[in-house]
């Protein structure tokens, strides 16, 4: 099983510009999430589903949208980018109906840079 | 609300030293707590949950209720500890976590 795999590994954006980061599971999981992480802050919960067409906002949703059409597929995207949305997100899900009692399993993250 | 709060953002130490990664929370329900590990270039994975009162790779940690910490212990540190650990709670529904701001550990040889 691959597990959660997260695309682009690396991404350099310019302001204003728009991207979409990939995220597909291939375990079968309801919730899926996107964490970002920033030096000294932890990770925040931007956007999580409980499975196809059910999604809903987290901590710091601003600048960002998600659509959850398939179980497999979660894809963050990033419209007019800014450079507060320099980051490290990572993608993570976990079984269905246990929540985070039995551990996340995580994506490998996107590096991402505006500028 | 819900928080999560790891003191020390750098902690050092020497190898077959103690070494214990502070944890406190915030939270008015009855939590479920975490302890993520994230080793250089690896994914983050789940070292350890409190509801398994497990022991994994030499760490424990016992969720405190009266003091609202869950400090994640090793009696004797190896190098291959180093990493950066976070201490996450699940209070809420729908699995979500919220993790404190990270231990970056080193353990010199």
């Known amino acids: 099983n691959a597990g959660v795999t997260q695309t682009p590994k690396f991404r350099i954006l310019k302001i204003g510009q728009s991207m979409t980061l990939q995220c597909t599971q291939d375990?079968?999981?309801?919730?899926m999430y996107w964490y970002r992480q920033d030096p000294g802050m932890g990770l925040k919960l931007i956007y999580y589903?409980?499975?196809?067409?059910?999604?809903d906002k987290g901590e710091v949703p601003n600048g960002y949208n998600v659509s959850r059409s398939t179980t497999e597929d979660f894809p963050l995207r990033l419209e007019l980018a800014a450079p507060s949305q320099t980051s490290v997100y990572f993608c993570?899900?976990?079984?269905?109906?246990?929540?985070?009692?039995?551990?996340?399993?995580f994506g490998s993250g996107t590096r991402l840079t505006v500028v | 609300a819900q928080r999560v709060t790891q003191p020390e953002k750098l902690l050092s130490v020497f190898k077959g030293a103690p070494v214990e990664l502070k944890c406190n929370y915030s939270?008015?329900?009855?939590?479920?707590l975490f302890w993520y590990v994230q080793y250089s270039r690896q994914r983050l994975q789940l070292l350890l949950r409190?509801?398994s009162r497990e022991s994994i790779k030499g760490f424990t940690a016992d969720l405190n209720k009266g003091e609202t910490s869950f400090h994640l212990k090793k009696p004797f540190a190896q190098e291959e500890d180093s990493a950066m650990y976070y201490c996450?709670?699940?209070?809420?529904?729908?699995?979500?976590?919220?993790f404190g701001q990270g231990t970056i550990l080193t353990v010199h040889p």
């Open positions: 375990m079968n999981h309801n919730y």
């Open positions: 993570a899900s976990s079984p269905p109906g246990q929540g985070a009692s039995y551990g996340y399993t």
């Open positions: 939270y008015s329900g009855s939590p479920e």
């Open positions: 409190h509801i």
């Open positions: 996450a709670l699940s209070g809420t529904s729908y699995g979500k976590l919220t």
């Open positions: 589903s409980v499975g196809a067409g059910i999604t």
